[in-house]
């Protein structure tokens, strides 16, 4: 029996992307967890070195989380760090160039699962959709920070 409620359809919609997404990630063999695309994302955003702390702001992630994240991928030969010549503290995180294929991996597989989920919608549909989620999330900032 379908659910007549709105959030159960939200979380059926989260639960078949991330499976989606899981089940592309590992077809592709790609070294990432799907938890930790939003790192990929970050950094792939202009190329440039970010630091630390920005990636924790923007991904809203722990500092220890965030740093054993990172080790994992530095590992891996995917990311590398840079220590600022007049803080050590501060360090500056991006991804190598042999990461880069992982990222474009992501936006194909992003792109197919939007293609499969707004399929039979039209743009001008698709655009008000857009709009009412973009909405919804910025409605929501107030319990975020609760």
């Known amino acids: 029996m379908e659910s007549p409620c709105l959030l159960s359809k939200i979380n059926e919609i989260n639960s078949i992307s991330i ?10 063999n790609l070294p990432i967890l799907v938890n930790h695309m939003p790192l990929f994302y970050i950094l792939s955003v202009d ?8 990636i924790m702001t923007q991904w809203g992630i722990s500092k220890s989380s965030l740093s054993d994240i990172l080790a994992k991928y530095e590992n891996l030969g995917l990311i ?7 803080d050590k503290r501060s360090i500056y995180v991006y991804l ?34 857009t ?9 929501l900032q107030t319990i975020k920070s609760l």
Not at 47 to 54: D, L, R, S
Not at 80 to 86: E, N
Not at 104 to 109: H, P, S, V, Y
Not at 131 to 139: C, D, H, M, P
């Open 96 to 129: 190598k160039p042999e990461a880069m294929y992982i990222v474009e991996a992501l936006k194909a597989i992003e792109k197919e699962f939007m293609e499969k989920m707004l399929k039979n919608m039209d743009a001008k549909e698709t655009d008000k959709l």
């Open 131 to 139: 709009q009412q989620l973009e909405q919804v999330l910025l409605n």
């Open 19 to 28: 499976s989606f997404i899981k089940k592309k990630i590992k077809a592709m």
């Open 80 to 86: 590398d760090k840079l220590y600022c010549k007049d």
């Open 47 to 54: 190329g440039k070195p970010m630091y630390f702390t920005e």
